[in-house]
């Protein structure tokens, strides 16, 4: 079974956003990127649960698989 991974462009555009607060010292805005950082690191462990879910339905026969 081959796992390719590829993150989102979503997930990719957050980081970037994420990455230009980095530098600020305001600490609302701080709590804030730090409480969007907790979310995005959760969307990206669901989707890397929902890949392994899909490949092993696939590997069991569960899912159709385009041919």
Not at 19 to 28: I, K, N, T, Y
Not at 48 to 55: D, K, N, S, T
Request: net charge negative; aromatic share 0%.
């Amino acid at each position: 079974m081959a796992i390719h991974t590829q993150t989102s462009q979503h997930l990719t555009a957050a980081r970037a956003l994420l990455d230009d607060l980095a530098a600020e010292q305001d600490p609302q805005v701080k709590a804030t990127a730090a409480a969007t950082h907790a979310t995005l690191v959760l969307a990206e462990q669901i989707a890397g649960v929902r890949l392994v879910l899909a490949a092993g339905a696939v590997e069991n026969g569960t899912v159709a698989t385009q041919q």
